[in-house]
T-cell receptor, first 113, second 114 residues
Framework: DQQVKQNSPSLSVQEGRISILNCDYTNSMFDYFLWYKKYPAEGPTFLISISSIKDKNEDGRFTVFLNKSAKHLSLHIVPSQPGDSAVYFCAALTQGGSEKLVFGKGTKLTVNP | DVKVTQSSRYLVKRTGEKVFLECVQDMDHENMFWYRQDPGLGLRLIYFSYDVKMKEKGDIPEGYSVSREKKERFSLILESASTNQTSMYLC?????????????FGEGSWLTVV
């Protein structure tokens, strides 16, 4: 049973436009959420995170929104750049719990020049 | 900067061989993890360790074991490699507790079992 779901395996956007990557979770105990970016043949790199006490966190071109009632979060990238083309993983955990991150299956973003 | 180093980037092993994947982190992190990544399946946790000599099974521990004799080093062992263990293996570490929920990954080890 998947606790973190990324229902879109892939997304294609034009350079300069907004990319919106979505993530849903089922475990109401999750209270900390992270996004990772992964290029082929490399390990994932941390991108941005959000605690459940917030509904938005912004870092440059990247903004994560959290809707706790809907158990939904999204990553916005504005403006999108070709170098953003990668697989993006959503992850969640319960702070003070088992310390294990639960990952979604990832969304492959392609930004076309 | 946190550095997680996986000693082998690319390995080719024969079915039945014993395989060791080594991982070292330099930030005195409490927690260390081994994941594998397969297309369409995302990142799946094999084992993790929250202290020296401590280990816990993840979601897919079958066919694997781990060793954590020192805080900075976490080894993944395939006792008898099989072709379905061909994958990208990712080691990661985190500080743990309220201070550090972010996991940092190594660059990955591509294992092919023939």
């Amino acid at each position: 049973d998947q606790q973190v779901k990324q229902n879109s395996p892939s997304l294609s956007v034009q350079e300069g436009r907004i990319s919106i990557l979505n993530c849903d979770y089922t475990n109401s105990m999750f209270d900390y959420f992270l996004w990772y970016k992964k290029y082929p043949a490399e390990g994932p790199t941390f991108l941005i995170s959000i605690s459940s006490i917030k509904d938005k966190n912004e870092d440059g071109r990247f903004t994560v929104f959290l809707n706790k009632s809907a158990k939904h979060l999204s990553l916005h990238i504005v403006p999108s750049q070709p170098g953003d083309s990668a697989v993006y993983f959503c992850a969640a955990l319960t702070q003070g719990g088992s310390e294990k991150l639960v990952f979604g299956k990832g969304t492959k973003l392609t930004v076309n020049p | 900067d946190v550095k997680v180093t996986q000693s082998s980037r690319y390995l080719v092993k024969r079915t039945g061989e014993k395989v060791f994947l080594e991982c070292v982190q330099d930030m005195d992190h409490e927690n260390m993890f081994w994941y594998r990544q397969d297309p369409g399946l995302g990142l799946r946790l094999i084992y993790f360790s929250y202290d020296v000599k401590m280990k816990e099974k993840g979601d897919i521990p079958e066919g694997y074991s781990v060793s954590r004799e020192k805080k900075e080093r976490f080894s993944l062992i395939l006792e008898s490699a099989s072709t379905n263990q061909t994958s990208m293996y990712l080691c990661a570490s985190s500080l743990g507790g309220a201070s550090g929920n972010t996991i940092y990954f190594g660059e990955g080890s591509w294992l092919t079992v023939v």
